[in-house]
């Protein structure tokens, strides 16, 4: 064999691999899942794994106002499971679940998935976002799902920016600059009536000067 046709072999044979590779990432259900590490925090209990749980603050430092926990749930079992409630243990905080629907709990499918936070997906809402841990500082977290019971996990704490922005809380708007008053002070009104030769009496009545 010649060397061009060794190289175009050699090619044809590296072409192959690369799709059968492609090909094998994308098959079967959990695939992608159970071969990818995601950076943020994870856990797997029987049929459950979350994974990417967040807990995500306000933008600036010190802003009181509601926070969100956003996670990806995998249901690897036959049957649907509800997200029947989520805790921060050792924390007041009360987290608002709402289904994507917006009626109804938050339906895990069999051998499916639901997404928590961000446009058009389910959310969990902590109302007094203050009881949260501080950014940068991690979480326990506590799903409670129908069949599986407690899965909990330590998310990150991160605020409402960058990437994070779209899965995010509401943001609180910055509250507007007090604006002057406009009742005029009784000084300004005096000099006023010096200005057109009047005064006004005790009664409250102005009266003309030299009449």
């Not at 956003?70 to 997200?83: D, E, L």
């Not at 938050?106 to 446009?119: D, K, M, Q, Y």
């Not at 920016?161 to 002057?180: H, I």
């Amino acid at each position: 064999m010649s060397r061009s046709l060794r190289r175009g072999a050699l090619a044809a044979t590296a072409i192959v691999f690369s799709v059968a590779a492609l090909s094998a990432c994308g098959a079967g259900n959990d695939a992608q899942t159970l071969q990818v590490r995601p950076d943020n925090a994870a856990v797997t209990v029987d049929d459950v794994k979350i994974q990417n749980a967040l807990v995500i603050t306000q933008p600036l430092p010190g802003t009181k106002g509601p926070a969100a926990v956003s996670a990806t749930v995998f249901n690897n079992g036959r049957t649907p499971q509800t997200i029947d409630a989520i805790r921060l243990p050792g924390t007041a905080a009360v987290v608002k679940l709402k289904a994507a629907e917006g009626t109804g709990p938050i339906v895990v499918p069999a051998l499916g998935s639901v997404v928590i936070g961000g446009e058009g997906n389910a959310s969990a809402m902590i109302e007094n976002g203050s009881e949260a841990a501080r950014d940068g500082d991690a979480q326990k977290i506590v799903f409670k799902l129908s069949k599986t019971g407690d899965v909990s996990l330590s998310a990150f704490v991160v605020p409402s920016k960058s990437y994070f922005k779209d899965f995010g809380p509401t943001v609180v708007p910055a509250a507007p600059p007090a604006e002057p008053s406009a009742t005029a002070s009784p000084s300004a009104e005096a000099s006023h009536g010096a200005e057109h030769g009047t005064e006004t009496p005790a009664s409250g009545e102005p009266t003309t000067a030299g009449h």
